[in-house]
């Protein structure tokens, strides 16, 4: 049933990597009432980078129930539960073929708010992702400047733009910077697949290296996404661990993993190439700098923070430059810096207000919810649209198709063997075999 006279609400949650577990559970718990009794489940889409549960401890956020599962075992899943709200967590193909999967399945029947929307910055492929995104009844945009971008992609196509709803990161937070620590530390937050070729990233190792001996008195930390073996949202071919070996950097450097906002309550000054971490930062007035020693280019990302006030080079920070964000760019991320508009008191508290009320909203509409409506379907991208399906064993028309993976059972023996070697394959940097591994995978 909806929202009941208690307030109780059941969440779901389906997601394909750490980065989007984390970003999928903490929106649910934003997008419920604080009063509210929520039951949170999630769901774990089984691929490349299934997080490992040394990930979900480091992420940190807990469910009340969680299950590894096919794309076909979510579907029959999500007929024979039934929820209020469901996060699609998920890279833009993987939301597609889900909205189309879920519509196959649920009919028009009841069926729970649909919510997506992306994990940080969206620096790429911006119509594309969005598209793939389109047919959810909430569409998250992680600041003002985004949710203009979206409208204006929704709009130009001639699909309904009223999906879009601003929200904030919701993993922004922690104590505000107050002042230099003991030592001073600096942070250099690595990115899996930025850059994405040995030249960049040896060079980016050994100017934070260089910069560690530079000053000796400074604690120089390589913060870590993932462990060798490990995989995250992106793909990372070339580990900064392995570059960093025989490089013999000096005793106040090192490499440190765990969650972020504990590595920022000790963090003077937050050094990045393009990652969410500068907002993090920013969010919390540290000072943060997004380097341009590779060029301010879109391939990189850093393109996003032209105007940001943050953009200078290892040259300026060895020199002791410190930057001050500009307030108006900061505010329109979504984000509060030091002195600036997004300070005002609540902004970031009620980022999700909008969000929550529109939940509400369709939750107690009239007659339910229509069918889902994606702006993707065979008659508008005939091209396009089957092929995204088809690689999550989806047929034109949404319905798995035969032969889909699903566990009618629990996995005898040989399949466990033969799927934890296919997946520990898959983890080391084998994605250029990717189909015969997925179908060892999923025997």
Request: with cysteine; proline share 7%; aromatic share 6%.
């Amino acid at each position: 049933m909806p929202v009941s006279a208690t307030k109780s609400l059941r969440v779901a949650v389906l997601a394909d990597s750490d980065t989007r577990w984390k970003w999928g559970a903490l929106t649910a718990r934003r997008l419920t009432p604080a009063d509210a009794e929520v039951r949170l489940d999630g769901y774990l889409l089984r691929g490349r980078a299934t997080p490992t549960p040394r990930q979900l401890q480091e992420v940190g956020v807990r469910a009340d129930a969680l299950h590894e599962v096919t794309g076909a075992e979510f579907l029959r899943a999500m007929t024979e539960e039934s929820y209020d709200v469901l996060v699609l967590a998920l890279v833009g193909g993987g939301v597609q073929a889900m909205l189309h999967g879920l519509r196959a399945a649920w009919g028009t029947g009841r069926r729970p708010v649909v919510v997506t929307g992306y994990v940080g910055v969206v620096y790429e492929k911006l119509t594309d992702g969005l598209l793939l995104r389109h047919g959810a009844d909430l569409v998250l945009a992680n600041s003002a400047h985004d949710a203009d971008r979206f409208r204006a992609v929704y709009e130009g196509v001639g699909a309904d733009a009223s999906s879009v709803t601003e929200v904030a990161l919701p993993f922004l937070g922690g104590a505000p910077y107050t002042g230099e620590h003991a030592p001073y530390t600096v942070v250099f937050a690595a990115q899996p697949s930025v850059p994405d070729n040995r030249r960049d990233r040896a060079y980016l190792l050994d100017r934070l290296i260089r910069h560690a001996r530079t000053h000796p008195r400074r604690e120089v930390l390589l913060k870590l996404r993932s462990k060798p073996g490990e995989h995250t949202t992106h793909i990372e071919e070339l580990p900064y661990q392995k570059l960093v070996q025989g490089m013999e950097p000096p005793a106040n450097f090192r490499l440190v993993y765990g969650h972020m906002g504990e590595v920022l309550d000790r963090t003077d000054l937050l050094v990045t190439v393009s990652s969410t971490a500068a907002l993090e930062a920013l969010h919390r007035r540290i000072p943060t700098v997004v380097l341009t020693d590779l060029g301010v280019r879109e391939g990189l990302g850093n393109h996003h923070f032209t105007g940001s006030g943050c953009l200078a080079s290892w040259d300026q920070l060895d020199a002791g430059h410190r930057p001050v964000p500009d307030e108006r760019w900061v505010a329109r991320q979504g984000v509060a810096a030091a002195g600036g508009p997004a300070t005002g008191a609540g902004s970031y508290d009620s980022a999700f207000d909008t969000a929550r009320a529109r939940i509400t909203e369709l939750l107690h509409r009239p007659g339910g919810l229509p069918p889902l409506n994606p702006y993707y379907t065979p008659e508008t991208a005939p091209g396009y649209l089957p092929g995204i399906l088809a690689r999550h064993h989806l047929g034109p028309d949404g319905a798995p198709l035969p032969g889909a993976p699903a566990a009618d059972k629990a996995p005898g023996p040989v399949r466990r063997i033969v799927r934890r070697a296919a997946r520990g394959a898959y983890r080391h940097g084998v994605q250029r075999v990717a189909p015969v591994i997925r179908r060892m995978g999923e025997l």
